[in-house]
């Protein structure tokens, strides 16, 4: 009887000594989230990858705005951002007030929408005529009551070469006469042997590039859709648009013009700097890339031509939304709300070039009357602006991005030498399917 | 911290006791001599338990917790953003241990790392520990120094590694280009990548088990050094017959502690990568951690990805058995 007191009550002290071990590590967390000062000043953070151009307009919303400290947080490589964004949603902390959301990830947030903000109980629903129609729809569900994030850039594509290694290696250097010489991309690959006979540089930057152009392309040319069909199923193997895409790339790679260098790695930035290669795939976004990448040593040295080698079509972009874990939401809807306004998009354009989805923004002057000094005044507003009305982007899969990243890591391993064309293939289908089985 | 009531028998010496006897010590003064009596041998029989219950209350609830609520994640469909959606018994185990080829790849990639990285690592310590052990010049500067690279953060060492195993501008691939030997992709192949990967993980933990070696040396007895060498033994066999065998319980350790690092191995081939998931083009170097994460994150199949962390879960528990049955060998062999 007295064993079972003396048992009860040490049982009852261990609980109570965890308990105290637990509430000390509680509060000792707790401390850290306190950032609202007494003055009722709250922080609001926005997350982005790449360089979404909006320091400017942070610094424009804290002075209007007193009260209100904005944070970007940036992360510089997509592969990273995405996933970690995911991973904060699901954790239910860590995200930002406003995160930026790209178009790979869209259909799998779509899928869980309640973690988001619904904008249509914020005021966004009068903002419908700022964004162009698909840019409005893909981030509104089916039943069109929930409003997920605001369009921001999307992604028309363009190239972007060096004008000055082009002239070395006798090249046309005039943004039309290159973009005729590479009308298709066997013509490219043409051009590309003739400048690597004359030049100490690669001529792309690599085949994982092209693929991701072409596969756009293609897939926007035939069908609307490339590695998933709008119903969500797997159709690597069976949409022609993606063996193309695989083959041609793997061409590139075939005829030793590309520097093998991965895209937004350490390599490739080093690359950059040191003109390893003289062409890349620039969607919009890219231009803000190459950039902060390439340094103001280059400046001049690069140029943009409209034509993209097979044809138009779209690569990336993103919208903003509001996580549903942001503490202060109605703040964080109204930043949103101002970073995706027309004029948002134009100041966003002018910092990083980011191609405004506002159509109003991208019939204003200053976008199409932009040129930009670092591309050797290349008219990009114009450049971008006039195909930017008319496209239409491809549907793309929840699992799209590790199922790309599959199949460009085969495309990676044949140029290293460690698989030929058709055991890439087939390694790619494999992976493919495993990553979205 | 000492309780005020009067020496109850049984208690020979001091030692800090919890408050709440003050209470019950003021009860227990009218109440009979049998009462003290129990009260005490209740103390001295649950004390223990209570002063080690802070650290296993805050494991059931961060350790034990998530192990079992991660057990239960792997037998459903579950995915990161939409949670938890259908009961799927050991699907994920049964097409993880039967069908994966990727998993079966990321656990060679692993074990072929471990082997590659911890054998050298265990051999270079022993040999430092050895010399730091002797009388050398400046020898608290050596000690001091070899712990060096294990107080440094992972992030940073894989950083700067990173950057030397660079393929085009590795500081690496510059010197072996001025010997005239042709630059190695470091990214690409199993050969390559391994090495890279296991000069990093060597890299951090030599030092520290160089120390915890030279901390067992030091308790060796001298004598047994200065009778060998009166017998004529020169120092490389009282090295192995004296230093080896004395070692005997600290390697065990260091070996498991090391299979433990090994089969989680993370941060090293994940910076080594760039930060992906992939471990390189055809998943050279993709360790079973990171073959988890990719599945929880890339893929975000939770459920899936707690069926690999159970699986790792397994196989640390058997490699560290395998541990034991082959020190144990070693042991009855010399």
């Known amino acids: 009887m007295m064993a079972t007191i003396g048992r009860r009550r040490a049982r009852t002290i261990a609980l109570a000594a965890g308990l105290a071990g637990v509430l000390a590590a509680v509060t000792a967390c707790g401390g850290g989230a306190g950032e609202e000062g007494e003055s009722g000043e709250i922080t609001l953070v926005v997350e982005t990858f790449g360089n979404f151009g909006y320091d400017a307009l942070i610094q424009q919303y804290m002075e209007e705005n007193p009260g209100i400290t904005v944070e970007e947080r940036n992360t510089q490589r997509l592969e990273d951002y995405g996933p970690q964004l995911l991973q904060n949603l699901a954790a239910g902390s860590g995200a930002g007030d406003v995160v930026a959301i790209e178009e790979g990830q869209i259909e799998q947030i779509m899928a869980a929408n309640e973690q988001f903000v619904n904008l249509l109980d914020h005021g966004a629903g009068e903002l419908q005529g700022n964004f162009l129609s698909w840019k409005w729809e893909r981030a509104l569900t089916q039943e069109g009551d929930y409003l997920v994030g605001l369009g921001t850039d999307m992604g028309g594509l363009a190239m972007c070469y060096r004008a000055d290694l082009f002239e070395a290696a006798g090249l046309p250097t005039d943004r039309e006469e290159v973009g005729e010489q590479w009308a298709t991309w066997d013509d490219f690959i043409a051009m590309g042997e003739e400048f690597v006979e004359n030049s100490d540089a690669a001529f792309v930057d690599n085949t994982t590039i092209p693929y991701s152009t072409i596969v756009n392309q293609l897939g926007g040319q035939q069908g609307g859709y490339t590695h998933f069909d709008p119903s969500g199923e797997l159709v690597v193997e069976t949409n022609p648009v993606i063996r193309q895409a695989f083959d041609q790339a793997v061409a590139i790679g075939e005829a ?3 520097a093998n260098l991965e895209e937004f790695t350490e390599d490739w930035t080093a690359g950059l700097q040191q003109s390893a290669f003289a062409v890349t795939t620039c969607p919009a976004w890219m231009l803000g890339q190459i950039q902060d990448g390439a340094g103001e040593d280059l400046a001049g040295s690069w140029d943009v031509a409209a034509t993209v080698p097979g044809g138009g079509g779209n690569w990336g972009g993103s919208w903003l939304g509001v996580p549903a874990q942001s503490e202060h939401p109605e703040e964080a809807a109204a930043l949103a709300q101002f970073l995706t306004s027309p004029e948002g998009h134009i100041s966003a354009f002018q910092e990083a070039n980011t191609l405004p989805t506002s159509p109003e923004a991208l019939q204003s002057p200053e976008v199409l009357e932009y040129t930009n000094e670092y591309f050797s005044d290349a008219p990009v507003g114009e450049i971008y602006g006039t195909t930017a009305l008319e496209l239409e982007p491809v549907y793309l899969g929840t699992l799209e991005v590790p199922v790309r990243t599959a199949i460009q890591n085969q495309l990676r391993a044949v140029e290293n030498g460690d698989l030929t064309p058709d055991e890439a293939w087939e390694q790619a289908v494999a992976e493919a399917e495993a990553e979205a089985r | 911290m000492r309780t005020t009531g009067p020496p109850t028998p049984g208690e020979t010496h001091e030692r800090p006791r919890p408050s709440h006897r003050t209470r019950t010590s003021s009860k227990a003064r009218d109440g009979s001599a049998g009462w003290r009596v129990r009260l005490t041998k209740a103390d001295m029989r649950y004390s223990p338990y209570l002063y080690v219950a802070p650290f296993f209350v805050l494991f059931a609830i961060f350790g034990l917790f998530p192990v079992i609520y991660t057990l239960w994640i792997s037998l459903h469909d579950w995915t990161l953003l939409g949670g938890q959606e259908a009961f799927v018994g050991l699907d994920n185990y049964a097409y993880l ?28 310590a022993l040999l430092l520990a050895d010399l730091l052990n002797r009388r050398i ?5 050596f000690r001091v120094s070899v712990i060096f690279p294990y107080v440094t953060s992972v992030a940073a060492t894989a950083l700067v590694f990173g950057q030397l195993f660079g393929r085009d501008y590795g500081l ?26 296991s000069i990093m993980v060597d890299w951090r933990w030599i030092g520290y088990n160089t120390l915890i070696y030279l ?33 005997q319980p600290t390697i065990l350790f260091t070996v498991i502690i090391s299979t433990i690092g090994g089969m989680q191995l993370f941060t090293e081939p994940v910076m080594f990568g760039g930060g992906d998931y992939d471990g390189g083009s055809q998943a050279e170097f993709q360790t079973i951690a990171m073959y988890m994460f990719s599945e929880a994150f890339g893929r975000q199949d939770y459920g899936y990805g707690s069926a690999v962390a159970w699986i790792i879960f397994v196989v640390i528990i058997l490699f560290s058995l395998i541990n034991v049955l082959f020190v144990q060998r070693i042991r009855s062999a010399v």
Do not use: C, H
């Open chain 2, 97 to 124: 241990l039967f069908e994966d080829t990727r998993f079966y790849n990321a656990l060679f990639n692993t074990l072929g790392m471990f082997v590659l990285a911890t054998v050298p690592q265990l051999l270079i």
């Open chain 2, 172 to 197: 690496i691939n510059y010197v072996i280009e001025l010997v005239g030997l042709p630059p190695v992709n470091w990214q690409s192949g199993r050969l390559a990548s391994w090495s890279a990967v």
């Open chain 1, 256 to 258: 030793g013009i590309s």
């Open chain 2, 215 to 247: 901390a067992a040396m030091q308790a060796i007895p001298k004598d047994l050094y200065e009778a060998a060498a009166i017998d004529g033994a020169s120092r490389m066999r009282q090295f192995w017959q004296i230093t080896i065998p004395m070692l």
């Open chain 2, 137 to 141: 010049r400046f020898r608290g500067f």
